[in-house]
């Protein structure tokens, strides 16, 4: 069965460096993949996507990477922040436009 | 504004109530979903819709039902609670022709069965 793995156990960082996240995945092939951003008690908010045939994305501090043979992609917040802790979730959405979601990996930055 | 709405936020209910969670957006998307989230664990598809009067169940059984006569709104139904129903209930929608097909969710519904 298809399934998605991150960083079971929370990860924490001293403000200023640069937090990477990982998420690997079995049994699938997606057309995308998307990483998103939720606090507690909210939804999660869209943060970034990756189609199959890209490599790398950037936005702001922001850098995810997507390796279609490994079946990984890296999630690097630069210059992180305190206000940057959460709960980031990596998404897979295949071409039939179904979404899977991993658990999460819980970011804590240490001021 | 355009956004997406989920109420009530938090509900406490008793074994064998009938209970409605709403959900309204206000982009006109015409994908909806909705998930099953328990603390510390990933996201279930339970129920998905893509337009009026199409409903499919996701990946995750459910013994709740939904119901999408207008675009905008797709409530979720449960005939009976019981409290293995309890867990954080989230909406979303996509499909506003952005060039990310995104999900936009919700706040979430927190529902407790006592």
């Known amino acids: 069965s298809q399934k998605i793995e991150q960083n079971s156990e929370a990860l924490n960082i001293q403000e200023g460096k640069t937090a990477t996240l990982t998420c690997n995945y079995t049994n699938y092939s997606p057309a995308y993949l998307q990483w998103y951003r939720q606090d507690p008690g909210r939804g999660p908010v869209f943060l970034l996507l990756i189609r199959e045939n890209e490599k790398e994305k950037r936005k702001e501090r922001l850098k995810v990477t997507f390796d279609t043979t490994l079946k990984q992609s890296l999630f690097h917040i630069t210059a992180s922040q305190p206000a940057d802790s959460a709960t980031y979730l990596c998404a897979l959405r295949g071409r039939d436009d179904k979404i899977i979601f991993g658990k999460g990996t819980r970011l804590h930055i240490l001021p | 504004e355009a956004d997406i709405y989920q109420t009530p936020r938090y509900l406490v209910i008793g074994t064998g109530k009938k209970i409605t969670l709403e959900c309204s957006q206000t982009?006109?998307?015409?994908?909806m979903y909705w998930y099953q989230q328990d603390p510390g664990m990933e996201l279930h598809l339970i129920h998905y819709s893509y337009g009026v009067n199409s409903t499919e169940k996701g990946d995750l059984s459910s013994e709740s039902t939904v119901s999408r006569i207008r675009t905008e709104h797709f409530p979720l139904t449960l005939e009976s609670a019981r409290p293995s129903h309890t867990s954080q209930y989230l909406c979303?929608?996509?499909?506003?022709?952005?060039?990310?097909?995104?999900?936009?969710f919700g706040p979430g519904t927190r529902l407790t069965v006592l």
């Open positions: 982009m006109g998307h015409d994908k």
């Open positions: 979303a929608s996509s499909g506003g022709g952005g060039p990310y097909n995104e999900q936009f």
